[in-house]
């Protein structure tokens, strides 16, 4: 007895010295390419300045509802970085505060839309050739079949707009695409043999799809959510930029750009600084994305 | 026995399953628009009429929606009268929204039809160049401008080029189909085609040079993103035994690389275009609202805003078809580039 | 002397590592000689067959060595004279027809255009007519049957066997003097194996050809060859006549491998030896096969043993004999 539990022990300890060596090898891959440290040290840098924005941002007050006309219209001075607006709000305060809200969009969307459509892609595939399977396949693919922006911009439109309801709407139609993505990869592992001895040990469903499958889909599911990161915001600020998201004076990034871009192209600094905001966090995640594949991809 | 076996040919037919799932999905997209315009909104009636009409006014209003039967039965009626083309008055212009939709679908279709012909091209040439020369000077220039491409908004990159090709380069029009002054008498509704069968150039120019921010405002996402994956497929192809064979019987390198190479190579570009497909009809919205393009994108903006619910439901049930049959042509393509997908299962 | 690589060196680069996979190899062809390479699957023989043809994918780099075909300089010939060589003189038959043969296009379109070409270099514009019927002969010259059919087919419309005489028929296109065959016979079902081999053996007496075969199935190469080279990890570890190779082999590695192989049968290496590969990336110093060596000694691992000539007909590289 005390034999084999020796045995187990060192079986574990050699278990947790391959997943520490794993990690460093990742860890490796990643920082072979520069872009990928520069985009993740940017994402952390943003998330640092949106957490942290009322210490970050010289006018935190500027934020929301604010005026003062006699500092209306001034361009980028060492004063205000990226100039003042028409109410002579600081635009660099109000972009440092659009972070924030952007992260926000980021966090309610993907813990909405990643659950759901994983959990759902990973049963159409378990239960392949059944009705279950039919059945949310067919679902995702009557959401998929309308241009995603135009089905966000619809269901926005219909609530009340701001941005908790913008957000609604792009989770909405979202999820359908994690279920394609995780249901492809379930189907081409079901059927593997380690799939089906796990099975036949009589492993129960859940066993199955939350331990065999769904750790070996991990990595892709990652990959697409830190991509898909950037793409929110994208969406995010499209939805604004229309006046069906959030609405001023909140600071989120597409509701700058919508209400400053009037005040081109004399006061071209206005729109400038949250259009950069919104260029710089997709770029981020895009970087960071294209860094965890290569983590994966060798896999 | 012939007959049956005929009929099982067509069932098992590539393109008649691929059709008939798209007809299901249809269907499928019009319960799902048919909840967004009845059920979303908790009273629809209410939400059309505004807050202060009076409560009897709602009520018949109600009434004339079949709201208070059951939910299967308004659906039923409503997809009747989907199907004799009646989307419904504009709760706020009081105009057919058919009408409305046809006046406006033209100038959309137009914009869209020319952003695929640059996204095609540009995607095209860029693919093949930095593919044909990995870690070259035009590869990094792509590279870069893959990144831009992903990175800047379509409504970024429409006030961008307004401001700067327009505005301050004051190279082409800034907004519209067409100059003040001229005038294109509407046959198609497609100004570059009813200017030609007017035999009128220079509206014909005009519109093209309208056509030119708005367009490539949304195709250059399009393109950065072809373009890369056209390059990434080439550089992998050219590696493969089937192009190294080539090479072993001395075949010259253009034929190779222009025949053997860029086909196997297109296939993931053209698949993903479904997707490009449907960013570009959902920025449409936004570079429409921009450019003030008096197309189905900009007059759907409108019914949004003013949540004019038949309209709104109008316009996207006209998008989604439209969408659905573009993915099929897309799908067909791709079938005759690979001819694998026609012969699995 | 038909064909004579020396010290060839040949690294792939990916984007982190450089795979140092040839390390040094030699080789020799005689006029209307029958050479065979043995060896595991992964010690870099696909990589010898295609450096003599110049074919490595773009990452692979030819670093140092000589390649004498027909006392021309293959890796200073000009493109066209390269051209020649490719369409004329020599052929290749690669290892996967699968892989080998793109997907998107028929059977016709890729077999016409090499023998288009390959016509062009003899001073004929062929028509399409002609290339039909050269096309028709080719196929039928390896025995497929319906070969109209297969013409109009894509490749994932035939069985392997059938990918595998397509192939075979275009690489006798080009092969006028010499024939590689890459493990022509490792993806097909082993009663199709005997079939092709006994094609490919027919062929190259019929035609006289010189030919270099690769593989890892044993009693093949007993079969077919007069002389035979064991690669190992991409160094050359032994040289001698087919018959003296399997009687008499020398080096550890060859003994092993012909020891754990089932006698003289067609199939391929049991996995009688412990250990694998080494890593190409950061390969041994001495001699590649010492980690696996149950000879091994110290100066094993870090100097590279030279050829010894043990007989006129018998080189190997091991201290042993040193």
Known sequence: ???????????????????????????????????????????????????????????????????????????????????TDMYGRDVFSRVIFGFRYAFMMIGLVLSLVVPTGVVLGLIAGYYRGTFIETLIVRLSDIFI?????????????????????????????????YVKLTYSMTTSIRNEPFILAAEAQGASTSHIIFKELLPIELGTILTKVTLDAGWVILIGAAISFVGLGAQPPTPDLGTMVSEYSKYLPEYWWMSLGPAMGIILIILSFNLLGDGIRDIFAGE | MRLRKL???????????????????????????????????????????????????VERYRALLRLNEPIYIQYYYWLVDVFHGKLGVSLVTFRDVATDILEFLPATIELIIFTLIIDVAGAFILGVLSGRKPNSL????????????????????????????????????????????IEVKRITGLITVDSLLAGNINAFIDGIRHLIIPSLSLAIGCIAQEARILRANLIENINKDYILNLYSHGIPQSIIFFKYALKPSMIPTVTVMTLDMASMLGNAFLVELIFNWPGLSRYGITAMLRKDLNAIVGVVLVIGIAYTLASILIELLVSVLDPRVKHKR | MLLELTNLHVHYKSYWY????????????????????????????????????KILPLNGMIIRGEIKY???????????????????????????????????????DQLYDILKYKMISEGRNPSKQELYDEALKMLTDV????????????????????????????????????????????NLDVTIQDQ????????????????????????????????????YAGDIMEEASTKELFEKPKHPYTQILISSAPRLSSKGISEGIKGKLPDYRNPPAGCRFAPRCPYSMSKCNTIKPEPIELNKEHITCCHLYG
Do not use: C
Request: charged letters at 20%; zero cysteines; aromatic letters at 10%.
């Open chain 2, 7 to 57: 009929l099982q040919k067509v069932v098992d037919n590539f393109y008649f399953k691929r059709t008939t799932y798209s007809i299901v999905t249809l269907f499928g997209l019009s319960i799902l628009i048919f909840a967004i315009a009845r059920v979303l909104p908790g009273d629809p009636a209410r939400l059309a009429l505004g807050p202060r009409a009076p409560e009897d006014v």
């Open chain 3, 70 to 108: 027909d006392g021309k300089d293959i890796l200073n010939l000009g493109e066209s004279k390269l051209a020649e060589i490719r369409r004329r003189e020599v052929g290749m038959i690669f290892q996967d027809p699968m892989a080998a043969l793109n997907p998107v296009f028929k059977v016709k």
């Open chain 1, 145 to 177: 079949a309308l241009p995603p922006l135009v089905l966000a911009l619809s269901i926005a439109s219909i609530l009340e707009p701001n941005i908790f309801n913008a957000m609604m709407a792009v989770s909405l139609m979202w999820w359908p695409w």
């Open chain 1, 1 to 83: 007895m005390g034999r084999e539990a020796d045995l187990e022990l060192r079986y574990l300890e050699l278990e947790k010295k391959i997943k520490r060596e794993n990690l460093r090898r990742m860890w490796f891959r990643f920082k072979q390419s520069k872009l990928s440290i520069l985009g993740l040290s940017m994402v952390l840098i943003l998330f640092f300045v949106a957490a942290f924005a009322e210490y970050v941002a010289p006018y935190p007050s500027h934020a929301g509802l604010y005026i003062n006309f006699r500092d209306a219209y001034k361009p980028p001075s060492l004063d205000h970085l990226l100039g």
């Open chain 3, 143 to 186: 025995k497929l049957p319906d070969p109209e059919r297969v013409l109009n087919s894509y490749p994932f419309q035939l069985s392997g066997g059938m990918r595998q005489r397509v192939m075979i028929a275009m690489a006798l296109t080009s092969a006028e003097k010499l024939l590689l065959a890459d493990e022509p016979t490792t």
């Open chain 2, 138 to 181: 035009i590869d990094n220039f792509v590279r870069i401008f893959a990144y831009a491409g992903i990175a800047i908004p379509a409504f970024v990159w429409a006030i961008i080029l307004q401001l700067v090709l327009a505005n301050w380069l004051d190279l082409l029009p800034a907004y519209g189909r067409l100059s003040l002054g």
């Open chain 3, 18 to 53: 450089v795979f140092k996979v040839l390390n040094g190899v030699w080789l020799r062809v005689r006029r209307g000689e029958r050479v065979g390479v043995i060896g595991e699957s992964g010690s870099g023989k696909t990589t010898l067959l295609k450096s003599i043809l």
């Open chain 3, 196 to 231: 092709i081999l006994k094609l490919i053996h027919n062929l190259v007496i019929q035609k006289n050809l010189s030919a270099i075969l690769v593989s890892h199935a044993l009693g093949m190469v007993y079969q077919m060859t007069d002389r035979a080279y064991v690669l």
